[in-house]
């Protein structure tokens, strides 16, 4: 599907959708948990739906009523799990551990790029602990379930990798450590996988070098847990407001772990005006300027920090992202040639971005089949000369599919070809 977008801006208000980040967790948790669990959840995306479809392979009963999601755990394990993960990295990574936790046998498929995606070194730290692997790249067959012992992980790799480790090695019968070869990296997501644990009634303690674990955890249903609103999807917008009108997202915690909630101090650093009351952000325009923007914390803030950066005066600095290059797309490359055109100027090179602001004119975007590609364009055509034409627009569906319906509610014109 390709998609045309006029110049103009968004203005008005509109309320944030569900935290991909938790709703992973708090689907993971609540089907393994003791009983039931309502998770308001009210709207869904390709990836959560990837991670219901491996859950309910291996036995969960997962219902929607309403805006209420209810999880009820398996009652008996099926003899093996064969979960097929979509394109979702993050219900590969959390999944494989989980499922060598609890079954012999297991196989794993993906789609698109996701064969393609960073997966060895979890596969590394299996295979150590008794896991076997048919073979490196999805799809394969996993054999032999995990013991508890020492789990060696790079924490500069995916954070994904030691969430799902967490999850997985309450349920061995003894202790294990996760022990981080290099620093971890993007942080805020493991406080979120332990922050959603400790709903459940599980933990695990921090070291010096990363977590030791206690084996026969029991999950314990909270009974109901709300998601909270999701700051990634909601800084497309907000950043819209940075380049004209003016736009409020409702429903996003100021205390939230979600590490993208930086865009309120980072929006602010480019000169927007931001105004934050009770649980709604605000932003209006201001006179941006260029910003350097570490970006190993909140990586998926760069393609819409790109955009904000190809609107400011002067030269801004992505850096601290290589792990980007192993995203939907390389998101690197992608970035830049997002920029580059819609007639901006960014460089790239396997860990930043440099970008010096111009007006932009307009163009054809490719997409690279990456939803936050597609929905930079889209905030990024707002402040162009002329039209931007988008192919692979579909891709929003992977984390955000309501997008376009709010972009068009809030005044934005698409039209969809």
Not at 139 to 149: A, D, E, T, Y
Not at 165 to 187: H, Q, W, Y
Not at 279 to 284: K, L, P, R, Y
Request: hydrophobic share 40%; charged share 20%.
């Amino acid at each position: 599907m390709k998609v045309a977008i006029s110049s103009g801006s968004l203005e008005g208000s509109i309320g944030s959708v569900p935290s991909k980040s938790y709703a992973h967790r708090a689907l993971i948790c609540a089907a393994l948990a003791d009983e039931t669990t309502e998770l308001g959840l009210r709207s869904l995306n390709a990836d959560t739906e990837a991670t219901i479809d491996c859950l309910t392979a291996i036995g969960a009963d997962i219902r929607r009523r309403g805006d209420i999601l209810c999880v009820t755990p398996p009652k008996i394990l099926p003899h093996e799990a064969v979960l097929c993960c979509g394109e979702s990295g993050s219900t590969l990574r959390f999944l494989l551990p989980v499922a060598a936790a609890l079954f012999e046998n297991s196989d794993f498929s993906g789609n698109g790029t996701l064969p393609g995606r960073p997966i060895a070194e979890l596969l590394t730290a299996m295979r150590d602990n008794g896991a076997g692997f048919s073979g490196s790249a999805l799809p394969f067959s996993v054999k032999g379930r995990l013991r508890p012992g020492s789990y060696a992980i790079p924490g500069d790799i995916s954070s994904q990798y030691i969430s799902g480790l967490l999850m997985a090695l309450p349920l061995l019968d003894g202790k294990s450590e996760i022990v981080l070869t290099s620093p971890l990296r993007a942080a805020a997501y493991v406080e979120i996988t332990l922050d959603m644990l400790s709903k459940f009634g599980v933990g695990a303690e921090p070291t010096e070098r990363g977590f030791t674990i206690s084996g026969r955890q029991a999950y314990i249903s909270p009974g109901w847990e709300e998601i909270e609103g999701d700051w990634t999807s909601a800084s497309y917008f907000l950043a819209a407001g940075a380049l004209g009108g003016g736009v409020t997202v409702r429903g996003l915690s100021m205390k939230s772990k979600q590490g993208d909630r930086a865009i309120v101090d980072i929006l602010k650093a480019f000169g927007a005006a931001v105004t934050v009351l009770n649980n709604s952000v605000t932003v209006a325009p201001g006179v941006l300027r260029a910003c350097r923007v570490d970006i190993a914390s909140v990586p998926d803030l760069f393609p819409i920090l790109a955009v904000l950066a190809a609107n400011a005066e002067g030269k801004s600095v992505l850096y601290n992202a290589s792990a980007l290059r192993f995203k939907e797309s390389d998101r690197i490359k992608s970035t830049a040639a997002m920029i580059n055109s819609l007639g901006g100027y960014a460089v790239g090179d396997r860990g930043s971005l440099e970008i010096t602001g111009k007006k932009l004119r307009g163009g054809e975007v490719d997409s690279f089949g990456d939803h936050r590609i597609v929905m930079s364009s889209a905030i990024a055509a707002l402040a162009c000369r002329g039209p931007v034409f988008i192919a692979g627009a579909e891709a929003v569906g992977k984390s955000y599919p309501s997008f376009f319906k709010n972009f068009t509610f809030l005044g934005g014109k698409a039209t969809m070809t």
